[in-house]
């Protein structure tokens, strides 16, 4: 596997990075989120170990800012924080695993397997309600695993929602992923969800007054 490695620790940084190379897996590490995030823009990885309390960009921003930018590798976190919320926030942006410092290498060596497992199995459809399921793998809208046609700018918003279930998606989230070519006004955000709402056959979207639009966790 080709492996993203944010730690600042330097010496846990050399330590997983050799352990790692040793089982085969090429690694390359970072010790800043911003540099990090410039690397990935540029390469494709299988698997982010994430450290975070790091420089530059934590490692819970870092997450949250790739999968902005469609980029969507599975993440493990490594780190001495306990803290519920930080553990709830991690899982929220749909890390795969949170490992506690300190840990035992071959720990976290078991965690990559159940990740390349993973990997290696169809990716289960995305649950939005009853009969609503959304094919993240082809970027498809199911109902009772049926195809549904939609237009290009209702696919973007359901994939933009889907991706972030149980999250409210605010208007510039919205501006920055799916208009990302031309000014739009939140009216008109508000306008082509309205349209979209419609076609649907079960209320899944859900309008959070003054704050954006969600399609909640079933």
């Not at 390469?43 to 299988?46: E, G, K, L, S, V």
């Given at each position: 596997m080709k492996i993203l490695?944010?730690?600042?620790?330097?010496?846990?940084n050399e330590s997983?990075?050799?352990?790692?190379?040793?089982?085969?897996?090429k690694v390359q590490t970072f010790v800043d989120g911003l540099e990090a995030l410039e690397a990935i823009k540029e390469?494709?990885?299988?698997l982010l170990i994430l450290?975070?309390?790091?420089?530059?960009?934590?490692?819970l921003s870092f997450l949250e800012k790739i999968h902005e930018l469609k980029i969507h590798s599975p993440a493990i976190y490594i780190s001495a924080l306990v803290d519920i919320e930080d553990i709830s926030r991690a899982y929220d942006l749909g890390c795969y695993d949170y490992l506690k410092k300190p840990f035992h290498l071959k720990e976290l060596a078991l965690r990559i397997d159940r990740v390349k497992i993973s990997n290696d199995t169809p990716r289960v459809h995305l649950r939005?309600?009853?009969?609503?399921?959304?094919?993240?793998?082809?970027?498809?809208l199911l109902f009772n695993?049926?195809?549904?046609?939609?237009?290009?700018r209702q696919s973007q918003i359901i994939d933009l929602l889907a991706r972030n279930r149980g999250m409210v998606v605010d208007f510039e989230q919205?501006?920055?992923?799916?208009?990302?070519d031309s000014f739009v006004d939140n009216a008109t955000i508000r306008a082509e969800i309205n349209r979209l709402k419609k076609t649907l056959k079960e209320d899944v979207i859900l309008n959070i007054r003054g704050m954006g639009y969600?399609?909640?966790k079933p």
């Open positions: 490695l944010l730690e600042d620790e330097l010496m846990l997983i990075c050799e352990f790692l190379e040793a089982q085969g897996h390469n494709a990885y299988d450290d975070i309390n790091v420089p530059g960009m934590d490692g939005l309600s009853k009969n609503y399921s959304y094919d993240q793998e082809h970027s498809t695993n049926e195809p549904q046609t939609l237009t290009k919205f501006t920055n992923y799916i208009w990302t969600m399609i909640e």
